[in-house]
């Protein structure tokens, strides 16, 4: 089968999240099950030199943007079994940064990315990559069906192509005014509620979930979550729920080589399942060591590496946290976790590391919460991915409340590593991660029925007491070895599904 993987990051050329992992990792699984894959992607500033030098291909080609038109050109790389592309035009993608800067949004971005998607269309067919499916991601590449079943529906090059859509967050839809409907070539007819118009405006996320023959999201609840109501669907649930029959949740994957503590060269020591006891424990006294933490006593450590986000809980953790912090003088009410019920302190009861940037205010509050119990509480404003992978690996527990979360990685990664996740029940979460009152055959973490502080309390409570029971807690670390998050399963299905989508193409 001949797929086109359209997307605006991929690992390991570009990447701000769990998008770039997923594209990059399918599109290797599917290249080694012996399909032929083009990924198509932006020639962003940071792309090219290192192991992955480009190739300019073909002669410039033009792109129609309302009454103007603009160049591109594009450079070819091969990643293992996998042809990449990428659409160079500096005009759009000579940036430091590929959506957006501190002071928010590019202005341009409707522009860009109507220019990428045709440019997508236009490129497959300059290099002769005739797809029997594209696959295209989020509402960067959204576009790109609706052009197959309109504009290009007679071009002879895609009359039998197949599109699916896969939604990585429902939340991020490409919202623009009415007046980019002149730059993406459709016409006034196209602008109406059942197909591209929302409230006034285009939204480039739906033009995909009406015009794509199918429609994926990254877990099984999570399509659910998005079909049932406005808060989760973000006003989309309705188009979904037309769509139903059309839509199928499948559990990402992570890529269990790049992750895998064996093998893993950024850790101070190895190991498996069979000696998984003191590689932890080595790791986590490394960690410690870095962050200046107490390192007395057999303390639970909780790791967080997030996005700092209201939508992953994050403010819930400072509230649970401050805990850790002696309490104003007079203070009273309930006990925190750390504190007991009489308010005092319950000495060390856990220590937190936190490795992130993102929102402001949580930003100053995990910072005020590190100065304030510089032996409890560590916070890193940065990514670094070194740290990232001490973090999984040192960590007794990792945290993520999140009150929505479409798949989720960390909790997988932090499994990979013999590390207990403590999670909300929502989307993926709740598909991936096995409460410990299912009993301890087959727990693997511990889950919280809503996310709010008095559920975290309880649910991190009650982790912490599990924790005490070293041989319940060593079996729970084993049944999280064991969990199989590689993308074998997922890849299969999505390749039941291209087939599906062809059939109705």
């Given at each position: 089968?001949r797929i086109l993987m359209a997307s605006s990051e991929?690992?390991?050329?570009?990447?701000?999240?769990?998008?770039?992992?997923?594209?990059?990792?399918?599109?290797?699984?599917?290249?080694?099950?012996?399909?032929?894959?083009?990924?198509?992607?932006?020639?962003?500033?940071?792309v090219g030199g290192g192991p992955h030098s480009l190739?300019?291909?073909?002669?410039?080609?033009?792109?129609?943007?309302?009454?103007?038109?603009?160049?591109?050109?594009?450079?070819?790389?091969?990643?293992?079994?996998?042809?990449?592309?990428?659409?160079?035009?500096?005009?759009?993608?000579?940036?430091?940064?590929?959506?957006?800067?501190?002071?928010?949004?590019?202005?341009?971005?409707?522009?860009?990315?109507?220019?990428?998607?045709?440019?997508?269309?236009?490129?497959?067919?300059?290099?002769?990559?005739?797809?029997?499916?594209?696959?295209?991601?989020?509402?960067?590449?959204?576009?790109?069906?609706?052009?197959?079943?309109?504009?290009?529906?007679?071009?002879?090059?895609?009359?039998?192509?197949?599109?699916?859509?896969?939604?990585?967050?429902?939340?991020?839809?490409?919202?623009?005014?009415?007046?980019?409907?002149?730059?993406?070539?459709?016409?006034?007819?196209?602008?109406?509620?059942?197909?591209?118009?929302?409230?006034?405006?285009?939204?480039?996320?739906?033009?995909?979930?009406?015009?794509?023959?199918?429609?994926?999201?990254?877990?099984?609840?999570?399509?659910?979550?998005?079909?049932?109501?406005?808060?989760?669907?973000?006003?989309?649930?309705?188009?979904?729920?037309?769509?139903?029959?059309?839509?199928?949740?499948?559990?990402?994957?992570?890529?269990?080589?790049?992750?895998?503590?064996?093998?893993?060269?950024?850790?101070?020591?190895?190991?498996?399942?069979?000696?998984?006891?003191?590689?932890?424990?080595?790791?986590?006294?490394?960690?410690?060591?870095?962050?200046?933490?107490?390192?007395?006593?057999?303390?639970?450590?909780?790791?967080?590496?997030?996005?700092?986000?209201?939508?992953?809980?994050?403010?819930?953790?400072?509230?649970?946290?401050?805990?850790?912090?002696?309490?104003?003088?007079?203070?009273?009410?309930?006990?925190?976790?750390?504190?007991?019920?009489?308010?005092?302190?319950?000495?060390?009861?856990?220590?937190?590391?936190?490795?992130?940037?993102?929102?402001?205010?949580?930003?100053?509050?995990?910072?005020?919460?590190?100065?304030?119990?510089?032996?409890?509480?560590?916070?890193?404003?940065?990514?670094?991915?070194?740290?990232?992978?001490?973090?999984?690996?040192?960590?007794?527990?990792?945290?993520?409340?999140?009150?929505?979360?479409?798949?989720?990685?960390?909790?997988?990664?932090?499994?990979?590593?013999?590390?207990?996740?403590?999670?909300?029940?929502?989307?993926?979460?709740?598909?991936?991660?096995?409460?410990?009152?299912?009993?301890?055959?087959?727990?693997?973490?511990?889950?919280?029925?809503?996310?709010?502080?008095?559920?975290?309390?309880?649910?991190?409570?009650?982790?912490?007491?599990?924790?005490?029971?070293?041989?319940?807690?060593?079996?729970?670390?084993?049944?999280?070895?064991?969990?199989?998050?590689?993308?074998?399963?997922?890849?299969?299905?999505?390749?039941?599904?291209?087939?599906?989508?062809?059939?109705?193409?």
């Open positions: 089968m991929a690992v390991p050329f570009c990447k701000t999240g769990g998008l770039a992992d997923v594209v990059g990792a399918l599109s290797q699984v599917l290249s080694q099950k012996g399909h032929e894959i083009a990924l198509f992607l932006p020639k962003y500033r940071s190739k300019p291909v073909g002669r410039p080609f033009w792109i129609p943007l309302g009454e103007k038109v603009e160049k591109a050109v594009l450079n070819h790389t091969r990643w293992g079994n996998v042809q990449v592309y990428f659409i160079e035009a500096p005009k759009y993608f000579d940036r430091q940064e590929l959506y957006r800067t501190g002071a928010g949004d590019y202005e341009d971005n409707a522009e860009r990315f109507i220019f990428f998607s045709r440019a997508v269309l236009e490129g497959a067919k300059l290099v002769g990559f005739k797809p029997d499916v594209i696959h295209v991601h989020d509402w960067q590449t959204a576009l790109i069906p609706a052009y197959l079943k309109t504009l290009y529906r007679i071009d002879a090059f895609y009359v039998q192509t197949a599109a699916l859509l896969t939604i990585h967050n429902i939340a991020y839809q490409g919202l623009f005014s009415k007046e980019v409907l002149f730059l993406t070539g459709f016409g006034w007819a196209d602008f109406t509620p059942e197909k591209l118009e929302f409230f006034g405006k285009v939204n480039f996320l739906k033009a995909g979930l009406v015009y794509a023959d199918l429609l994926t999201t990254v877990s099984p609840t999570y399509a659910l979550e998005i079909q049932s109501s406005a808060e989760f669907g973000r006003g989309m649930e309705g188009v979904l729920r037309t769509r139903s029959k059309d839509l199928v949740g499948i559990l990402n994957g992570i890529d269990v080589e790049g992750w895998n503590p064996e093998s893993d060269s950024l850790l101070p020591v190895r190991y498996g399942i069979d000696n998984v006891e003191a590689g932890k424990k080595a790791c986590k006294a490394k960690l410690r060591e870095q962050c200046g933490l107490s390192s007395i006593g057999d303390i639970p450590l909780v790791g967080i590496v997030s996005r700092l986000d209201p939508q992953k809980g994050l403010d819930l953790v400072l509230e649970v946290f401050q805990g850790l912090v002696p309490p104003p003088a007079g203070e009273t009410g309930s006990a925190p976790l750390g504190r007991s019920a009489g308010g005092g302190m319950v000495g060390a009861a856990v220590q937190l590391v936190v490795l992130g940037t993102g929102d402001t205010f949580l930003q100053q509050g995990f910072t005020r919460l590190s100065v304030s119990a510089p032996s409890q509480v560590y916070f890193r404003a940065t990514f670094d991915e070194g740290f990232a992978h001490l973090i999984y690996a040192g960590s007794d527990l990792f945290l993520m409340p999140s009150r929505f979360e479409p798949c989720g990685l960390g909790q997988m990664i932090a499994m990979r590593y013999g590390t207990i996740p403590v999670v909300t029940r929502t989307g993926g979460l709740a598909d991936t991660v096995a409460d410990f009152s299912h009993g301890i055959k087959e727990a693997n973490g511990f889950v919280s029925s809503k996310a709010d502080m008095e559920n975290l309390n309880t649910t991190l409570r009650a982790a912490l007491s599990v924790y005490a029971q070293k041989p319940v807690w060593k079996q729970l670390v084993l049944n999280a070895l064991g969990t199989d998050f590689s993308w074998e399963q997922s890849a299969s299905m999505y390749v039941d599904l291209y087939q599906k989508a062809m059939q109705k193409a």
